[in-house]
């Protein structure tokens, strides 16, 4: 099945014209599966042992940056072995994109910290925040979805998490509930999911149409408005999707800023590849706060998948 025209029209709009091919390739090509150590279980050390021990050839992700340490890839024919493996259902090891890995590493939680993971299930970034923190402070995961709320829980309780206070809510009430109360925020946004396109799978683009986008971008909105009010002074929140439209990117970023961009600053992201774009200026009529040009739009590849970070800190 071909990717939606109207996606690959706007997306001609969205990224780099010379790189619109490369990218519209991902689309077609199995990903390389990339996985990292539960700290909360085992070491990098002890997993390569496992590993090794299991005939499981892997490679370390190596960007030269202490974060990737732990962090393996192999070729979509060993996933198989990997999931059969004693460390895989021992949670000593968990499946995850590259991209979805950089986002706990750029909140950066710290010990002792109150964090709060606003939209959690299934729960791969609530682990490694938790992992960063050391089992330690107090971790809120909100979840809405009742099935996903148990998925989350019972992966949490697999993977080793003890800090963690899971709850069955709606993200968007936190705020007013919980005001100023946390360091740092995730909110890794429901979104239309983009960036997932398989065209072996066509699911994974069934549901999208750009209504939807739209509906997806209010929601995103209210949320982001929660998150801030959850914010402690000080405190920094991070905005993620894995969608490329700038309706659930830049818009709700803007959305916030014109609400309370007095309080807030963007803080500038650097990573450890150049695949990556700086964020719209403009998107139809919508013209962004320059502020928003420190987030970021990872383009895919064929080990990691687009993704669009923003981070921000309350003054
Ligand atoms: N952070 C997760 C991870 O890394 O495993 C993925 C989160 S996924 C992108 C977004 C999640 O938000 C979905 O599980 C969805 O059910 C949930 N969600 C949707 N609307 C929500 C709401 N109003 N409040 C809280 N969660 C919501």
Same mark, same amino acid.
């Not at 190596?62 to 072995?81: A, C, H, N």
């Not at 968007?172 to 999911?193: Q, W």
């Given at each position: 099945?071909?990717?939606?025209?109207?996606?690959?029209?706007? %997306?001609?709009?969205?990224?780099?014209?010379?790189?619109?091919?490369?990218? $519209? &390739?991902?689309?077609? *090509?199995?990903?390389? /599966? !990339?996985?990292?150590?539960?700290?909360?279980?085992?070491?990098?050390?002890?997993?390569?042992?496992?590993?090794?021990?299991?005939?499981?050839?892997?490679?370390?992700?190596?960007?030269?940056?202490?974060?990737?340490?732990?962090?393996?890839?192999?070729?979509?024919?060993?996933?198989?072995?990997?999931?059969?493996?004693?460390?895989?259902?021992?949670?000593?090891?968990?499946?995850?994109?590259?991209?979805?890995?950089?986002?706990?590493?750029?909140?950066?939680?710290?010990?002792?910290?109150?964090?709060?993971?606003?939209?959690?299930?299934?729960?791969?970034?609530?682990?490694?925040?938790?992992?960063?923190?050391?089992?330690?402070?107090? %971790?809120?995961?909100?979840?809405?979805?009742?099935?996903?709320?148990?998925? $989350? &829980?019972?992966?949490? *309780?697999?993977?080793? /998490? !003890?800090?963690?206070?899971?709850?069955?809510?709606?993200?968007?009430?936190?705020?007013?509930?919980?005001?100023?109360?946390?360091?740092?925020?995730?909110?890794?946004?429901?979104?239309?999911?983009?960036?997932?396109?398989?065209?072996?799978?066509?699911?994974?683009?069934?549901?999208?149409?750009?209504?939807?986008?739209?509906?997806?971008?209010?929601?995103?909105?209210?949320?982001?408005?929660?998150?801030?009010?959850?914010?402690?002074?000080?405190?920094?929140?991070?905005?993620?999707?894995?969608?490329?439209?700038?309706?659930?990117?830049?818009?709700?970023?803007?959305?916030?800023?014109?609400?309370?961009?007095?309080?807030?600053?963007? %803080?500038?992201?650097?990573?450890?590849?150049?695949?990556?774009?700086?964020? $719209?200026?403009?998107?139809?009529?919508?013209?962004?706060?320059?502020?928003?040009?420190?987030?970021?739009?990872?383009?895919?590849?064929?080990?990691?998948?687009?993704?669009?970070?923003?981070?921000?800190?309350?003054?």
């Amino acid at each position: 099945m071909s990717l939606p025209e109207a996606f690959t029209q706007r %997306l001609e709009q969205i990224v780099p014209r010379e790189q619109l091919e490369t990218i $519209l &390739r991902t689309f077609d *090509t199995p990903k390389q /599966v !990339t996985f990292r150590v539960n700290t909360l279980k085992s070491t990098p050390q002890e997993l390569e042992l496992e590993l090794e021990t299991a005939q499981i050839s892997y490679e370390r992700v190596g960007w030269k940056t202490q974060f990737m340490e732990g962090v393996y890839r192999i070729s979509p024919e060993d996933k198989l072995r990997l999931t059969s493996s004693d460390a895989f259902y021992g949670g000593r090891l968990y499946i995850q994109n590259l991209a979805s890995m950089i986002a706990p590493w750029i909140l950066a939680p710290q010990p002792e910290e109150t964090v709060l993971d606003l939209a959690a299930a299934p729960g791969g970034k609530t682990l490694m925040l938790a992992g960063m923190m050391e089992n330690t402070g107090w %971790l809120s995961a909100v979840e809405l979805s009742r099935e996903r709320f148990f998925r $989350l &829980r019972d992966n949490l *309780t697999a993977q080793g /998490v !003890t800090n963690a206070h899971t709850y069955m809510t709606d993200g968007r009430s936190v705020g007013k509930k919980c005001p100023e109360m946390f360091d740092r925020i995730l909110l890794d946004a429901p979104c239309s999911s983009e960036a997932r396109f398989k065209t072996h799978d066509p699911k994974s683009m069934s549901f999208w149409t750009i209504h939807k986008v739209k509906e997806t971008s209010k929601l995103q909105r209210r949320l982001l408005l929660s998150a801030y009010d959850a914010l402690k002074s000080g405190g920094k929140l991070l905005y993620c999707t894995c969608s490329f439209s700038p309706e659930e990117n830049e818009s709700p970023i803007q959305h916030l800023l014109e609400r309370h961009g007095d309080r807030l600053n963007t %803080l500038p992201l650097t990573l450890p590849f150049d695949n990556v774009q700086k964020p $719209l200026e403009r998107w139809g009529k919508e013209v962004f706060d320059a502020r928003i040009q420190n987030g970021v739009r990872i383009l895919p590849t064929d080990t990691i998948d687009g993704f669009f970070l923003c981070l921000l800190e309350k003054n």
